[in-house]
């Protein structure tokens, strides 16, 4: 076990010190109301006194010694044999033999010796409070020392070895428990420092391997930021190329083509437009969910979808849709990607109506906590529950049915997207619908989050 402190040598030395003046005093008071009640005479009050006295005055150059020596713990042995020798002098002037509950003034000293060393010295220092006290009844039987008569009764030698017995066993078992306790406790505080430590290891360690795999993302994100680079840059020139390349083709050289070839074109065509088409939804998703450089701020939500609905008032007043705007409360968030979740969930929530009689939606939201809540609800040709969970995956679109009044239009990438940024603001996009019975999408946001796409 690690030596203590001088910082926790000293403590101790103040703890033992304060300990033997607070007992000395206490025993001091007890002698004054002893001998103010006649219960003790002033010959052995006197003596008494003058003893607790100089315990408590030879605590002022064990501190100064203590302090020149840097408060070896091993200096409390000769001040424990010192104070025994003066506790065993003031059990002399208060009874000696005939006092054996006096032994009580050893048992400070054994406490604090089993706290502050070990059950060993405890035990050590139990033998040798007895054995001083021993000597001094057999010193007073024997005639070498004048007993004192402070009390009324005398104890037979046979009561004296009984109460010395007892005495002995109780100071011992004293010993044994507390030093037990104590190095028990010693024990736990030292294997709570080892796993204090082992744990501040581990944590050092988990703290490193989070550094590594954030720089490993950070890496891998640049990559990311590197091929998005290279598609906006180098492969949609490619694919504009091939795009103008084909078109130029089928004007140009029909004539020069046999019918396989003209068809072959077409494909050409065909493929090159989509491929453009694919990556600049590529770009589209890449840019949407970005943080880039853009700030969050409070975005006025009802301003966002006002912008929305003007754009799409066109398409509102030619399939006569009924948009019915409630509360919608501010987030802080980027208003760019708040207007592109409203963009879409209102534009799909108008395509989706289909050719129902009546048709509706509604905007609306309220807070929640530390959350805000938003929905978009149509009463239109709804979404089977095969198809829920895959209207947020990237190019898809659901379904048309003949006679619905529904066109599929889009490159199915608007879902995907909201759904990308709402997850990056920690929040949650679900989905409600019925077929025949529309649909309600919910988007909830943390009203204010530093976290975010």
Known sequence: MDAPSIEARRQLFVEGLLVRSALAGAFALVAVVVALFDLMPTSSAGPALSILAG???VNVPYWYLGRVRGFPLSDFFPHWLVDIVFLTILIHYIGGADAPYATIMYYSLVLFAAVSESRRVALRLAGVSMLSFGILVLLENFGVVAPVRVWEHHLSGAA???????????????AFVGGTLAD???????EIRLASDALEEHNQELERRVSERTAE????????????HIVSHDLKNVAVGATETARQLASREEKNLSDRGKEYTRHLLDDTRALSRMLEDLLRLFRATDSGTSTREWVDVGEVVDGVVRRLQPHLERKKIELEVGALPPVFAE???????FDNLIDNACKYVGNVEAPRVEVGGGCRGGEVEYFVRDNGIGISERQQERVFQ???RVPAEDGNGVAPEGHGIGLAIVRRIVERYGGQIELESMPGKGSTFRVRLPARSEAGP
């Not at 028990?184 to 030292?190: G, I, R």
């Not at 208003?335 to 979740?341: A, L, P, S």
């Open 394 to 396: 990237l190019y898809h």
């Open 335 to 341: 208003h760019g990607k708040i207007r592109h979740i």
């Open 217 to 228: 993302l950070r890496a891998a994100t640049q990559e990311i930021a590197d091929l998005v």
């Open 160 to 174: 004296q070895a009984l109460a010395f017995g007892v005495s002995t066993a109780f100071i011992f078992a004293l």
């Open 184 to 190: 028990q406790l010693k024990q736990s505080n030292a």
């Open 55 to 57: 315990l408590a005055l």
